[in-house]
C-alpha cells in the first residue's frame, strides 16, 4: 500500500497493526454518518405536514431509539478506533526506537563521522516522535477520511448524480493547490529541520562547554551564536505555518465553494422541475457535514508531507548498510599482521588524507608492542583498524590469519580490550560502570577486577561505595580513576588482545603508580599493543614500531632503535632533555 511498510520503517506486525487501524478509523467515520442520517430522517418526517402529508409519532419514537442506538454504536466504534489506532502505534514506535538504536549500533564508524551527536540525538527521539505522530494521527485518518468520502460520493451519486458531481467537483482542485505547490512547501521544511537542528546543535555546544565558556569569557560571542541560531529556527517556523496555512485555507476556501456551486444546481434543477424540494433541502444539509472529511483531509495532507522531509534522515541512517561478517568463526592464535594498508578517513568532518600509506607490520602475539611515533602519525587510527571501526580501503588486516573484515564488529571485538584515553562513563553507579566489560560476570568477578586495577583507593571512600552514582560521564572522578576503571572493565573482559592508548595527560605520582600497576595486571600474557607517549612504558615492549605520517619508519627493540640512530634516537633525545616530544 503506497510503499506505506518500507517508508515508515514498520514491522509486519506494525504494518498489520497499521491496516487494522485503518479500518477502525474508516468504521468510526463512517458509523458517524448514522446518528446525521436519523437526523436527516426526523427533519423529513418534521417537514411532512408541509406537503399536506400526517407526522407519525409512532415514527418518530423509533427514530429516537434508533438515535440512541447509534449514539452507542458510535462510542463503541470510537473505543476500538482508539485502541487500534493510538495503543499499537506507541507500541510500533517503541520497537522502532530500539531498532534505530541497534542498527546505530551496527554501523561503520565512517557513519559517525559525518555526523554529529545531536543529529543522532534528535534521529532517534525526534524523528521516532515524529513517526509515532504521523502512524497515531495522520496515516490512519487520512486513508479512512479518503474511504469515507468515496463511500459517501458513491451514495450521493446513487441518489442523484448531477447534484453528487457538483458537490466534489471542487475536490480535486483543492488537492491540486496541495500537490502542485510540493515543490516549495518540501524546499522550506527542509529548511525547518536543518534551522531544528542547528537550533539543538547549538544549544548542545553551549551546554556542553558551558565551562569553558565561562573561564574565556566567550559568553557574548556564543550566546549571540546560539541567539541567532533560535531566532532563525522561530524565523523558519513562521515563515512554513503561513506558506502552509495560506495553502491549506485558499484549498479549503475552494472545497467550501462547492456549497454556493450546490445550492445554484440544485435551485436550477428544482425550478427545472428535475428534482423535488424535500430531497434538494435534505442534499442541502448533508452537503454541509459532507466537506468535514475533505477539510480533514487538506489539513493532513500537508502534514503527511511535511513529515516525510522531516523524516529522510532517519530513512539515510536505517538504509546505510551495517558491518557485516562471520560471527562463529573462531580467532585461535593472536598474531596481527597488516599487509600493504592504505586507509584515509572519509565523510564530512573529515579531510580525506592518506592517514595510513602501504604499511606492512606484524605483531607478535603474547607480547608487548609499543606504536611511538610524533601526534599524528597515525597510531591510533592503526589500533582502530585493527579493531575493525573502520575497515581498510587497501590491504589487508589479519588476526591470526583470518582478515579482520570478514568478521563481524561485535565478534571481533569479544577478542579485543581497548583501553582509550578519553573514557566514557555512563551515568550509573562504580559498580555498573565495571560490569560493563562483562554483563555475565558475578558480583565477586566485578569486585576482583575492580580491586586489581586498584579501584578500591577511591571507590571506597565514596558515600556509597561500589554503589554510588557517577553522574553524567562520571563528571566526580579524576582522570586517574577514570582510567582505572576503563582498566576494570578490560580486566573484566580479560580478552586476549589488548590495546592501549596511554595517557598524554601527567597524573598525580600516586595516580601514576596505581595506573602501572593496574595496567601490569591487565596486560600479564596478552597480545598489547601500547600507543606510547612515555618511554616508562616503552621499557618492557618487546618491539617498538616508530611511525611517522602514516607509516612504519622503523621498527625493532630499545636497543637495537637506538643503535640505529634513526627517527627513534631523535625523539628519545628530544624527550630526555624534556622539550615535550612524546614518543
Ligand atoms: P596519532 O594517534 O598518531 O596521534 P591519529 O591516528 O589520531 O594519530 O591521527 C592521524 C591523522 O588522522 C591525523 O591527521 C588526524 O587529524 C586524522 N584523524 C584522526 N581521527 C580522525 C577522524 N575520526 N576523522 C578524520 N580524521 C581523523
Known amino acids: 500500500m503506497f510503499k506505506l511498510k518500507e517508508k515508515l520503517l514498520l514491522s509486519d506486525k506494525g504494518y498489520s497493526d497499521l491496516k487494522k487501524a485503518i479500518a477502525a478509523c474508516t468504521i468510526t467515520n463512517l458509523s458517524l454518518m448514522l446518528p446525521f442520517g436519523i437526523t436527516i430522517q426526523i427533519f423529513a418526517e418534521l417537514l411532512k405536514p408541509l406537503m399536506g402529508e400526517e407526522l407519525s409519532w409512532a415514527r418518530m419514537w423509533i427514530y ?51 555526523r554529529n551527536l ?35 460520493c458513491l451514495a450521493l451519486a446513487i441518489f442523484d448524480w448531477r447534484l453528487a458531481l457538483t458537490v466534489f467537483c471542487t475536490v480535486p482542485l483543492a488537492f491540486l493547490i496541495i500537490v502542485i505547490s510540493r515543490k516549495i512547501t518540501d524546499r522550506l521544511s527542509e529548511k525547518h529541520v536543518d534551522s531544528k537542528l542547528e537550533a539543538s546543535d547549538q544549544v548542545q555546544e553551549y551546554l556542553e562547554g558551558i565551562k569553558v565558556i565561562k573561564s574565556c569569557g566567550l559568553a557574548g560571542a556564543k550566546f549571540s551564536t546560539l541567539d541567532n541560531a533560535i ?3 522561530k524565523n523558519m517556523s513562521m515563515k512554513l505555518e503561513f506558506v502552509g496555512g495560506v495553502l491549506v485555507t485558499g484549498a479549503q476556501i475552494v472545497v467550501q465553494s462547492g456549497i454556493g456551486l450546490t445550492v445554484f444546481v440544485g ?8 428534482i423535488r424540494l424535500i430531497p434538494l433541502l435534505m442534499f442541502f444539509l448533508i452537503v454541509v457535514r459532507i466537506y468535514g472529511p475533505v477539510l480533514t483531509e487538506l489539513t493532513l495532507l500537508p502534514e503527511l508531507l511535511y513529515m516525510q522531509v522531516a523524516t529522510a534522515r532517519m530513512r539515510t541512517l536505517v538504509s546505510t548498510p551495517v558491518m557485516e561478517g562471520n560471527s562463529e568463526r573462531k580467532i585461535r592464535d593472536f598474531n596481527i599482521t597488516l599487509q600493504n594498508v592504505s586507509f584515509s578517513y572519509t565523510g564530512k ?11 606492512n607490520l606484524s605483531i607478535p602475539p603474547n607480547s608487548i608492542t609499543a606504536l611511538v611515533g610524533p601526534s599524528g602519525s597515525g597510531k591510533s587510527t592503526l589500533s582502530k583498524l585493527i579493531a575493525r571501526f573502520w575497515d581498510v580501503n587497501k590491504g589487508t588486516v589479519k588476526i591470526g590469519g583470518i582478515d ?9 571485538m569479544s577478542y579485543i580490550s581497548f583501553v582509550f584515553q578519553d573514557v566514557v562513563l555512563f551515568n550509573d553507579t ?9 554483563m555475565d560476570a558475578t558480583r565477586e568477578q566485578v569486585l576482583a577486577a575492580a580491586r586489581a586495577a586498584c579501584c578500591d583507593e577511591f571507590a571506597l571512600s565514596m558515600p556509597e561505595g561500589y554503589e554510588t552514582l557517577l553522574g553524567e560521564n562520571g563528571s566526580t572522578l579524576s582522570g586517574g580513576e577514570r582510567q582505572r576503571i576503563s582498566i576494570a572493565r578490560a580486566l573484566l573482559k580479560n580478552a586476549p588482545i589488548v590495546l592501549l592508548d596511554e595517557a598524554t595527560a601527567s597524573l598525580d605520582p600516586e595516580n601514576e603508580v596505581l595506573i602501572q600497576q593496574a595496567i601490569s595486571r591487565l596486560i600479564e600474557g596478552k597480545t598489547v599493543i601500547v600507543i ?18 602514516g607509516r612504519a619508519v622503523e621498527e625493532g627493540t630499545h636497543e637495537e632503535l637506538m643503535r640505529k640512530k634513526g627517527l627513534y634516537e631523535r625523539l628519545y633525545t628530544i624527550q630526555q632533555d624534556s622539550l615535550g616530544w612524546s614518543v
Open 404 to 412: 579482520v573484515k570478514t568478521l563481524e564488529p561485535e565478534h571481533l
Open 64 to 114: 429516537f431509539g434508533l438515535g440512541l442506538v447509534a449514539a452507542l454504536l458510535v462510542f463503541l466504534a470510537n473505543k476500538n478506533d482508539y485502541k487500534k489506532t493510538y495503543v499499537a502505534s506507541y507500541m510500533e514506535s517503541e520497537a522502532n526506537r530500539i531498532r534505530v538504536a541497534e542498527h546505530i549500533r551496527k554501523l561503520p564508524m565512517s557513519f559517525f563521522n559525518s
Open 430 to 438: 562504580v559498580y555498573n560502570n565495571i560490569r560493563i566489560g562483562n
Open 267 to 274: 435551485t436550477y434543477l428544482l425550478t427545472a422541475g428535475e
Open 532 to 549: 606510547a607517549h612515555r618511554l616508562r612504558t616503552i621499557a618492557g615492549a618487546g618491539k617498538i614500531i616508530v611511525m611517522d605520517k
Open 349 to 359: 568532518l573529515s579531510k580525506e588524507e592518506t592517514v595510513i600509506r602501504d604499511l
Open 231 to 233: 531566532k532563525h529556527m
Open 118 to 152: 545531536s543529529e543522532l540525538t534528535t534521529n532517534i527521539m525526534g524523528d521516532c516522535a515524529t513517526e509515532e505522530h504521523v502512524l497515531s494521527h495522520i496515516i490512519p485518518q487520512l486513508l479512512a477520511n479518503g474511504i469515507s468520502i468515496a463511500v459517501i
